[in-house]
C-alpha cells in the first residue's frame, strides 16, 4: 500500500490522498477496502484512493491477530461464515474480496 505515489495529489478539503489509478471495481472490494480501514485505524476520506487489489492486508498495516477481526466483518457483511483460514490464503483485497463474493453467495442460498 503506497499513501502517495507520484502523479497523485491530495485534496484539499477532506486531505484524502487522489489517485486516479486505483481499480477498485466491485462491491466487494469496496467493502474489503472499508474493513481493512477500521480494522487498522487509517484515518482517510476516500477508502479508494488508499488501496489497490493486489495490495495485502499486511501492507495495509495488518497483522496475523487482526485477521480474526477481518473474518468477523467480512461474516457479518456477507451474512454467511467465514473461516480465518480462507483469508490466510490470499490476504490481498482481491483475495478477500473473492472470499466475500462466495461467502454472500452461500448467505443467499441459506436465506431462500
Given amino acids: 500500500m503506497e499513501l502517495f505515489r507520484r502523479g497523485n495529489s491530495i ?16 462491491k466487494e472490494e469496496i467493502i474489503v477496502a472499508e474493513i ?9 476520506n476516500d477508502i479508494a484512493a488508499v488501496f489497490e487489489p ?10 496475523s491477530l487482526k485477521l480474526a ?9 456477507a451474512g454467511s461464515e467465514v473461516a480465518i ?6 490476504t490481498t483485497l482481491a483475495g478477500m474480496a473473492k ?5 454472500r453467495s452461500k448467505g443467499k442460498s ?3
Avoid: Q, Y
Fill in 11 to 26: 485534496d484539499g478539503a477532506t486531505g484524502a490522498v487522489i489517485d486516479p489509478n486505483v481499480h477498485l471495481t466491485t
Fill in 36 to 44: 481493512w480501514r477500521k480494522t487498522n485505524d487509517i484515518k482517510a
Fill in 54 to 63: 493486489e495490495d495485502t492486508f499486511f501492507d495495509a498495516g495488518g497483522s
Fill in 69 to 77: 477481526s477481518v473474518a468477523i466483518a467480512l461474516a457479518t457483511a
Fill in 85 to 90: 483460514s480462507s483469508i490466510v490464503k490470499d
Fill in 99 to 103: 472470499v466475500l463474493s462466495v461467502a
Fill in 110 to 112: 441459506n436465506r431462500i
